[in-house]
T-cell receptor, first 111, second 116 residues
Framework: SQELEQSPQSLIVQEGKNLTINCTSSKTLYGLYWYKQKYGEGLIFLMMLQKGGEEKSHEKITAKLDEKKQQSSLHITASQPSHAGIYLCGAAMDSNYQLIWGAGTKLIIKP | NAGVTQTPKFQVLKTGQSMTLQCAQDMNHNSMYWYRQDPGMGLRLIYYSASEGTTDKGEVPNGYNVSRLNKREFSLRLESAAPSQTSVYFC???????????????FGDGTRLSIL
């Protein structure tokens, strides 16, 4: 959807390096979700952000939502081969149940 | 825990054929969703069911029908398949707490559908 821009489209990173994926909306978001998809599999939920300025971490992955609730970043520290896959952001634009999705970022980790 | 189960995992159809994609969840979720995923386009919502007994159109409903059979099951039907419906289809479920709260959606492993 053009309402939710995700960048970059793809990323090749040397193992051990840090990386950041961004998700940007022109509208204020009610909620922002990050998912990971391995090739040929379903989406695995990573984190949900709802408050402006919120930051959450799980192992080596940190997600942030800016104060205006229009941009989120996903940061991976010291990347590992297990981090490879497609990362998608999904956003609630209003109070109903529907989510709008970014096109995804394909992450490749070089050993 | 099975979570969200989709069948079949793969299917090849000829143009004009019909088929039903099945989805079941065992998490007692109220809401269920059907998405399609195409290269470079992310996920697009086809239909959703906010609760048992209700269904609503999403972003791309044309050419599809759905049935919320009970709280657990939500099926997607292609009445007359077209090559443009070649895609990966995902079913998801969630359980919103009140109309102002959002909860994560849980996804099945997908159905890879090719229409020749």
């Amino acid at each position: 959807s053009q309402e939710l821009e995700q960048s970059p489209q793809s990323l090749i990173v040397q193992e051990g390096k840090n990386l950041t994926i961004n998700c940007t909306s022109s509208k204020t978001l009610y909620g922002l979700y990050w998912y990971k998809q391995k090739y040929g599999e379903g989406l695995i939920f990573l984190m949900m952000l709802q408050k402006g300025g919120e930051e959450k971490s799980h192992e080596k992955i940190t997600a942030k939502l800016d104060e205006k609730k229009q941009q989120s970043s996903l940061h991976i520290t010291a990347s590992q081969p297990s981090h490879a896959g497609i990362y998608l952001c999904g956003a609630a634009m209003d109070s109903n149940y529907q989510l709008i999705w970014g096109a995804g970022t394909k992450l490749i980790i070089k050993p | 825990n099975a979570g969200v189960t989709q069948t079949p995992k793969f299917q090849v159809l000829k143009t004009g054929q019909s088929m039903t994609l099945q989805c079941a969840q065992d998490m007692n979720h109220n809401s269920m969703y059907w998405y399609r995923q195409d290269p470079g386009m992310g996920l697009r919502l086809i239909y959703y069911s906010a609760s048992e007994g209700t269904t609503d159109k999403g972003e791309v409903p044309n050419g599809y029908n759905v049935s919320r059979l009970n709280k657990r099951e939500f099926s997607l039907r292609l009445e007359s398949a077209a090559p443009s419906q070649t895609s990966v289809y995902f079913c998801a479920s969630s359980s919103p707490i009140g109309r102002q709260a959002h909860q994560p959606q849980h996804f099945g492993d997908g159905t890879r559908l090719s229409i020749l």
